[in-house]
């Protein structure tokens, strides 16, 4: 469940990269916060726009505090279209998974590959945005905390049983739909055809009764 959540997430931010600049693509989804030991994990970071036509620039910065531990220290910077990984723990496990090709960046995310349990704590993400409005520049910080747990087997939430339980209840209950559909049809088709038969056979005594009233005209002249 934990993949599918990641796939899905990435899949939006993927929508959001085809279309960096439709007001209504971008959308701002909290980041998942438990990862699988040894596994790759989305560190999700999105700050929308609030007026798409304005131009921006922005940097983003991701920061981390182990658990039990009072400082956060750097660990990642990008500015378009540099990403710099600043701590000797993080080196090569870190990929940017953000906005690309412009500085108007809106999707601060990255993967964090090989996952351990020392990077369990609070990851922050931090945007610095410049607006550049008509009367001048404006300064915008966004922050944003990512509280994650490393576990060594992805845990199922009680959500994602009962949608999957549903799931299977709605395909059996949709099997048996059309079971009773295809039941119903037949007999309707059959009964049709019992009809069309006894009006056939109807109409041919009719004809029988209608050549025996004729014949029997002839004789009686």
């Keep these: 469940m934990a993949r599918l959540k990641v796939s899905l997430l990435g899949f939006l931010m993927l929508l959001l990269h085809a279309a960096p600049h439709a007001e209504a693509g971008c959308a701002e989804v909290d980041s998942m916060t438990e990862a699988v030991v040894g596994e790759s994990f ?13 131009d921006a620039s922005t940097y983003v910065d991701w920061f981390f505090r182990p658990i039990e531990e009072e400082g956060f220290v750097q660990i990642f910077h990008y500015e378009n279209p540099f990403p710099t990984i600043l701590h000797e723990d993080f080196e ?19 993967f964090i590959h090989n996952v351990t349990f020392n990077d369990t704590g609070t990851f922050r993400c931090t945007m610095e945005r410049t607006l550049f409005l008509p009367y001048g520049e404006e300064h915008v910080t966004i922050i944003k905390d990512v509280e994650l747990s490393v576990v060594a087997v992805a845990n199922r939430e009680l959500t994602a049983v009962i949608a999957e339980i549903m799931m299977y209840v709605v395909i059996v209950v949709l099997q048996l739909w059309m079971i009773l559909v295809l039941i119903y049809c037949y007999k309707k088709i059959y009964a049709e055809a019992e ?20 014949c029997d005209g002839v004789h009686l002249e």
């Excluded at 090569?92 to 995310?109: C, F, M, N, S």
């Excluded at 109807?202 to 209608?210: I, P």
Aim: aromatic share 2%; glycine share 12%; net charge positive.
């Design 42 to 54: 989305l560190l999700g970071c999105i700050s929308c726009k609030k007026r798409e036509e304005v």
């Design 92 to 110: 090569g496990r870190l990929e940017w998974h953000g906005t690309k090709g412009t500085r108007d960046v809106q999707i601060g995310a990255i």
């Design 195 to 214: 009809a069309r038969e006894a009006r056939r056979a109807l109409k041919a005594q009719n004809k029988g009764l209608d050549a025996k009233d004729t």
